[in-house]
């Protein structure tokens, strides 16, 4: 984390942290459009402070040295920093998937209700977010008793119901996908959703996976996408990326949409 906080700060973007989450070390920053990111690790873990088989089951206050406006050192964080500049990204510093994703519910009762029944998750910790510690923050996983899997964590920080509604803008999430293995996979979860009376879309074709949409009560939009065909279906691996890639339907429209495209 260390290093990837001098590697952005050499290249002037603005870092908070490193900070001690408990169940990992979190290094922030935000994109051009505001969309706060996030470096964690992947460990120690959600047992850091219950049991492996008991995982959400209490509400758990982190101790004071966690809490901003309690007793967390904000200066030592701010300057603690990797000696030396970090020019390239080493292999023990690739990023190997999403440790988890955030995002605001006003009802986080409702909210861990439709995770569950809905999409099979586990309610893995009751806490709350250390930044604001009057603001409940609570992990979902996918987790069998024992074990939680890597890359699956979805939390909610449970905003009160007089909380402004959110508005698509730059800088927002637009949705949060999960990967299905295939087509037949895909049609069972659209029909386990259907007979919960959640709405959902048909399958629609992305050229590269087929997807499904339906929206949690809070308004987040869901997808579940397969992880086939894939981004070789109209490409060579080692080139990926290189070129713009249209739909067969967009394809008149190559020489405007290239024009109006912002440079990445």
């Known amino acids: 984390v260390l290093r990837w906080k001098r590697r952005l700060n050499d290249l002037g973007i603005g870092t908070s942290g490193p900070y001690d989450r408990g169940y990992f070390q979190s290094l922030y920053f935000q994109d051009p459009d505001g969309q706060v990111v996030e470096i964690a690790t992947s460990g120690p873990g959600y047992a850091h402070d219950e049991p492996a088989d008991a995982l959400g089951q209490t509400l758990i206050i982190p101790p004071s040295r966690q809490l901003r ?3 967390r050192d904000e200066a030592a964080a701010v300057d603690e920093q990797w000696p030396e500049p ?29 995770l569950e029944e809905a999409l099979g998750l586990r309610l893995v910790k009751q806490s ?20 939680v899997a890597p890359h699956s964590s979805y939390t909610l920080f449970g905003w009160t119901p007089q909380s402004p509604r959110a508005r698509p803008g730059a800088g927002q999430t637009h949705h949060v996908a999960f990967r299905v293995r295939d087509a037949e996979e895909q049609l069972a979860w659209r ?29 987040m939009l869901f997808e579940l996408a397969t992880d086939g065909p894939g981004f070789a279906i109209d490409e060579p ?28």
């Open 86 to 114: 970090v020019p390239d990204i080493t292999p023990d510093m690739v990023l190997t998937g999403l440790h988890h994703i955030t995002g605001m519910t006003d009802d986080l009762v409702r909210a861990g209700e439709f």
């Open 69 to 71: 406006g309690a007793d």
């Open 128 to 147: 709350v977010n250390q930044d604001d510690p009057t603001t409940k923050h609570f992990f979902w996983a996918r987790y069998d008793g024992q074990t």
């Open 237 to 264: 691996l080692p080139t990926l990326g290189e070129e713009l890639r249209l739909p067969e339907w967009l394809e008149p429209k190559r020489v405007e949409i290239a024009r109006g495209l912002q440079p990445l």
């Open 191 to 219: 029909d386990h959703l259907r007979s919960l009376d959640i709405q959902v879309s048909e399958v629609m074709d992305r050229t590269y996976f087929t997807s499904l949409y339906f929206r949690a009560p809070d308004g």
